[in-house]
């Protein structure tokens, strides 16, 4: 029998170091079962203002995780949104408390399936429950209540941080001024959900995942989540940007090599941001994140449909998308200020040209980081008290 030392490959990234709470309150998850006293982890950049009155909660993408600026304390790499967040940066850490917690069910220090099951002694593994967006939010409201937040100034998100968001307005419509879902969804179409399942497929077929039980052998199924993460990266990217950016180009060398090695620059950069992702995310979470995912729609879990979803809303929203993005598209975005303006909300919309794809908002893209830092601005001086 292996050590308990050894059964966790994942905790020697040294996630015990990281700012975490202990959620003590009972949470009821959506499947039915009950969890209390499971940790949260997160990260805080910036300082209060007198008032409390400049807090900015950012809801992090799949694989993402609460490093959103500055150094990535366990990877050492940048955090995953410097092009936003940061000093004299669009969300402007001299001016604004930005919080951000790594969701229920990820590997960066919150409660997920590389955790220990006391009733097992080992990892939970596909022991862990089921969970669903509206279980990830409930659980970070913890959060506010711990720093002493009654009210943020302002929630914001990417992609399946855009669909937390949405799910926290409609959940706790007091609980923010302002919000600004960017490049998401109300619910998850079937062009994502199969390419989920085409991820999940690929995890699931590498022998080495064991029907999740590969930490027994303090190791991880290394290929299929590489290709897991292939398959994410090419939908996060557009065709034109993806032309542009590599076209048929060589992989430093003058023609064909007639092998099924590496001949194409896109070839090598999707090989690339497999073998990276390997070293820092758990293959049980990725499939327990996009099942959350897929079972997101609010308008399932509201009778009377989107639009009552966000009845009687006071937050003021921005909602942003993105020409070039196949993922989640204008269309779908567009769907939710329509709800949103049926309910009677504030609502504005802009869609940012560009030919970036769903990564827009990660990149430095001047119109997007203009349009987020104007209305956060805006949103400042009517919230001020």
Not at 169 to 180: G, L, Y
Not at 237 to 249: A, H, I
Request: aromatic share 12%.
């Amino acid at each position: 029998m292996p050590s308990l030392a050894g059964l966790f490959f994942w905790m020697n990234k040294k996630t015990e170091n990281i700012n975490k709470i202990t959620v003590t309150k009972p949470l009821k998850l959506d499947c039915g079962k009950t969890i209390k006293d499971f940790p949260l982890a997160y990260e805080t950049y910036g300082k209060f203002n007198k008032n409390k009155d400049n807090a900015i909660l950012v809801f992090h993408a799949l694989t993402g995780d609460q490093f959103v600026a500055g150094t990535n304390p366990v990877t050492k790499k940048e955090g995953w949104w410097v092009s936003a967040v940061g000093p004299g940066k669009a969300i402007d850490t001299d001016k604004y408390f930005v919080i951000c917690a790594n969701v229920i069910g990820g590997c960066m220090g919150s409660w997920g399936p590389s955790d220990l099951n006391k009733d097992t002694n080992h990892p939970y593994g596909l022991d862990f429950p089921v969970i669903t967006i509206k279980d990830i939010v409930r659980a970070q409201e913890s959060l506010l209540d711990h720093l002493g937040i009654e009210k943020l100034l302002c929630a914001t998100g990417g992609s399946m941080g855009g669909m937390q968001l949405l799910q926290f307005c409609a959940t706790f419509p007091n609980k923010t001024f302002s919000a600004i879902p960017i490049a998401c969804s109300a619910s998850h179409s079937a062009q994502n959900i199969a390419l989920n399942e085409l991820a999940r497929q690929a995890i699931m077929a590498d022998p080495v995942w064991d029907k999740g039980k590969y930490f027994l052998k303090n190791t991880q199924p290394k290929n299929g989540l590489s290709v897991a993460r292939m398959v994410g990266h090419i939908s996060y990217l557009s065709e034109q940007g993806m032309q542009e950016k590599f076209g048929r180009k060589l992989q430093e060398k003058a023609d064909y090599e007639f092998s099924f090695n590496a001949d194409f620059q896109v070839e090598s950069y999707l090989r690339h941001q497999g073998s990276s992702f390997v070293e820092r995310f758990d293959a049980n979470s990725i499939l327990y994140i996009t099942r959350a995912m897929d079972y997101f729609d609010l308008t399932k879990q509201f009778k009377g449909g989107l639009t009552e979803a966000f009845k009687n809303q006071k937050t003021k929203f921005l909602v942003i998308s993105f020409s070039s993005d196949w993922l989640y598209t204008t269309k779908e975005n567009k769907d939710i200020v329509i709800a949103l303006n049926s309910s009677g909300a504030d609502v504005s919309y802009s869609e940012i040209v560009t030919d970036k794809g769903h990564d827009s908002f990660l990149v430095n893209e001047p119109e997007f980081l203009k349009t987020l830092k104007g209305f956060l601005d805006s949103m400042y001086e009517k919230f001020k008290r």
